[in-house]
Nanobody, 122 residues
Framework: QVQLVESGGGLVQAGGSLRLSCAAS????????MGWYRQAPGKQREMVAG???????VYADSVKGRFAISGDNTKNTVYLQIHTLKPEDTATYYC????????????????WGQGTLVTVSS
């Protein structure tokens, strides 16, 4: 069974930085892509950033220049570095993994973590 576990959230002052981590556990053979979404209170979940196993990245326009996604294929882990945090970045951040294959041959089209809360105080 594959699970995604996020960490690194917390309470941060505006202007500060934070690094979120998401580790995929299990007998993983490959993951095509991983990414981050966020959901602010009362709003829909939105894509923040994504990265493929080959290192290609994509960002939401609202976070370009402040957020940086990176990954470590050897650890099945993805990171989200957030700079110059703003109160509007307050949200629960969710990790996702796309097309996950295990050594036993199981495959998962999409997996989600349980989320990590980021709160930015003004």
């Amino acid at each position: 069974q594959v699970q995604l576990v996020e960490s690194g959230g917390g309470l941060v002052q505006a202007g500060g930085s934070l690094r979120l981590s998401c580790a995929a556990s299990g007998s993983i053979f490959s993951i095509d892509a991983m990414g981050w979404y966020r959901q602010a209170p009362g709003k829909q979940r939105e894509m923040v950033a994504g990265i493929t196993s080959g290192g290609s990245t994509v960002y939401a326009d609202s976070v370009k220049g402040r957020f940086a996604i990176s990954g470590d294929n050897t650890k099945n882990t993805v990171y989200l570095q957030i700079h110059t945090l703003k109160p509007e970045d307050t949200a629960t951040y969710y990790c996702t993994a796309v097309r996950v294959t295990t050594h036993s041959g199981d495959s998962y089209l999409e997996l989600w973590g349980q989320g990590t809360l980021v709160t930015v105080s003004s």
